[in-house]
């Protein structure tokens, strides 16, 4: 293989590795795209009668707590994880499967602060993907 080859060949390569990179980001990578959505107080004042919850069940509970409980989705078909879990203010992330035709997948980003009674949600950015849509957006479904 001669050396232009070879450049042409790592050229190629490079280019191939950022449009999956890019791919990625578009489709695979949530919170780029999650706008700030209001956080409701009710989902606060909820929170602080639920005292000694983690803040994971806390951040599920803020956002699922007006669901009937044979509507909610399964914590198993839940991805879940956690940013600082030890502070005082976590950044937990959600990701499911709605149970919805026109909504495939939602992501939630829940800031919490930890509170005497409980948790606090302080911030809510929220996205998803959906029919009619491409990749992750807060658009509305077709």
């Known amino acids: 293989m001669s050396r232009r080859t070879k ?9 191939l590795g950022l449009a999956a990179l890019g ?8 919170s780029i795209w999650a ?8 989902d606060n004042a909820h ?15 803020a956002i699922h707590w007006r669901v009937p409980a044979e509507e909610r989705v399964p914590r198993d078909r839940v991805s879940l994880s956690i940013s600082g879990a030890a502070s005082e203010s976590p950044v937990v992330r959600i990701c499911y499967s709605a149970q919805d035709d026109s ?19 302080t911030r809510l950015r929220r996205c ?14 077709s």
């Open 103 to 121: 909504i495939q997948m939602l992501f939630d980003e829940v800031t919490l602060s930890r509170q005497q009674q409980g948790w606090s949600v």
């Open 47 to 61: 929170l602080a009668t639920t005292a000694g919850l983690s803040a994971e069940a806390a951040a599920l509970e």
């Open 35 to 42: 706008e700030d959505f209001p956080v409701d107080p009710a």
């Open 128 to 141: 998803w993907t959906g029919r009619g849509l491409i990749g992750w957006s807060t658009d509305s479904p």
């Open 23 to 30: 791919l990625f980001a578009f489709f695979g990578c949530p």
């Open 7 to 15: 450049k042409i060949a790592l050229f190629i390569g490079a280019l």
